[in-house]
Nanobody, 114 residues
Framework: VQLVESGGGLVQPGGSLRLSCAAS????????MNWYRQAPGKQRELVAT???????TYADSVSGRFTISRDNAKKMAYLQMNNLKPEDTAIYYC?????????WGQGTQVTVSS
């Protein structure tokens, strides 16, 4: 199983970014997909989840600003991030889980700064 994130970068407050996660080695359509983030000196936190049935949930801190989505045909998960704030600065990770193992990408850096 391999998860590869892309789309991070430097953006000004109020700006937008779209993160992508390319999955391989799994039957993508049956897996829930998660986005986590970890800021310097802080624990990794769950940002958003999309289930196999396309139900979405969000952390309170990003609700209304971030949108998670998936494309099963392309084996891709996305995180659209709007109205970004400096406190959104973190490394963002794509994650999925099997009954016996958790899989993570290498992460993509998002920096929100003027």
């Amino acid at each position: 199983v391999q998860l590869v994130e892309s789309g991070g970068g430097l953006v000004q407050p109020g700006g937008s970014l779209r993160l992508s996660c390319a999955a391989s080695g799994i039957i993508f359509s049956i897996h829930a997909m998660n986005w986590y983030r970890q800021a310097p000196g802080k624990q990794r936190e769950l940002v958003a989840t999309i289930t196999a049935g396309d139900t979405t949930t969000y952390a309170d801190s990003v609700s209304g600003r971030f949108t998670i989505s998936r494309d099963n045909a392309k084996k891709m998960a996305y995180l659209q991030m709007n109205n970004l704030k400096p406190e959104d600065t973190a490394i963002y990770y794509c994650n999925t889980n099997s009954p016996i193992k958790s899989y993570w990408g290498q992460g993509t850096q998002v920096t929100v700064s003027s």
